[in-house]
């Protein structure tokens, strides 16, 4: 079965590889155009691309879907199934009905929790217990097919989107096996997602991370950590903004208003929060400086 591989960044990346490691015949990659990065604006290639030119495949980077280029090269690449990961883009009908097996998907949440861009930060921000991936057929409606597979994992207490995006990148990546190889024996189910437990997973801005401290723990908490590795939370320490990396709850009461500092020592920077409570943050990043732990950072930064 001849695949088109469609997806852009790590988490895609990983089910690539798992694809070329499995042996099935990878007809063509298309990704998105290398972009610019970083201070010095160079022009980088994505994950997905640096991993599939290592592999001999060959790349396509069309800046468009619907003016006819990227169909006629689909075309000409003749798949009998499409692969989407992270692509990044939606698939006009033409391209969704050109294969014979269809086009699938693999998705960073249970469907039909958390449709949308930004699932597995969605999941951590509104402090879910649980989540998984799920690999599906795809409709013109983004995030609407029929569910193949799916499989669940814990979200640990402190746990990141970083870390949880590396935690699933490979879950997802075992369940695509799966699929494609159900999809070549025709015994891969079709479920429809139950449109009474359909939630959304927007994208994220910058205007989510500055914390307000006027918010439970919990919630600052899961802000700090569903915010990693972009755009992250942040706040004002003695005036410099800082990046807020980590942070832990407390058994702490305190009668100080929200936002003020409660303790700063070797344990860290215990912070105010609603309900007289207060987190202790452990780890940050001031501005134009580097990643320490908060106890470093009062060595040259002391707060009262």
């Known amino acids: 079965m001849r695949i088109v591989f469609m997806g852009t960044p790590d988490f895609a990346a990983c089910s690539l590889q798992k694809l070329i490691d499995e042996k099935f ?41 619907r003016d006819g280029t990227a169909l006629a090269v689909l075309k000409d690449l003749g798949p009998d199934l499409i692969v989407v990961v992270a692509y990044g883009r939606i698939l006009p009908a033409e391209i969704l009905d050109l294969p014979q097996n269809g086009c699938i998907n693999v998705h960073g949440s249970l469907l039909p929790k958390y449709r949308g861009s930004a699932p597995i930060q969605w999941a951590v921000l509104n402090g ?27 979200i640990g207490e402190y ?14 990546a075992e369940l695509l096996v799966r699929t494609v190889r159900a999809i070549e024996d025709g015994t891969a189910p079709r479920i429809p997602q139950d449109v009474s437990g359909v939630s959304f997973a927007p994208p994220l801005s ?54 003020s500092v409660v303790a700063a020592d070797r ?27 908060a106890a470093a950072y009062l060595l040259g930064h002391p707060l009262s």
């Open 159 to 172: 746990e990141t989107s970083a870390e949880l995006f590396e935690r699933l990148a490979p879950m997802g």
């Open 128 to 154: 879910e217990d649980i989540t998984g991936v799920t690999t599906m057929h795809l409709a013109p409606e983004m995030d609407t097919g029929d569910i193949i597979y799916s499989q669940s994992t814990s």
């Open 267 to 293: 344990q860290g920077i215990e912070i105010a929060c609603t309900g007289s409570r207060s987190i202790r943050v452990t780890e940050l990043q001031a501005a134009g400086g580097k990643r320490m732990s």
């Open 25 to 65: 015949n990878v007809a063509g990659v298309f990704c998105q155009p290398d972009r610019p990065k970083d201070r010095g604006h160079r022009l980088t290639a994505c994950p997905v691309k640096v991993l599939a030119e290592k592999a001999g495949i060959s790349v396509y980077q069309p800046e468009k879907l």
């Open 206 to 259: 910058k205007e989510m991370s500055p914390i307000d401290w006027n918010r439970p723990p919990k919630a600052v908490i899961k802000q700090i950590c569903g915010l990693q590795p972009w755009p992250c939370a942040t706040s004002k320490l003695g005036g410099i903004p800082c990046k807020i990396l980590r942070a832990e709850y407390t058994d702490t009461v305190t009668d100080k208003a929200p936002g």
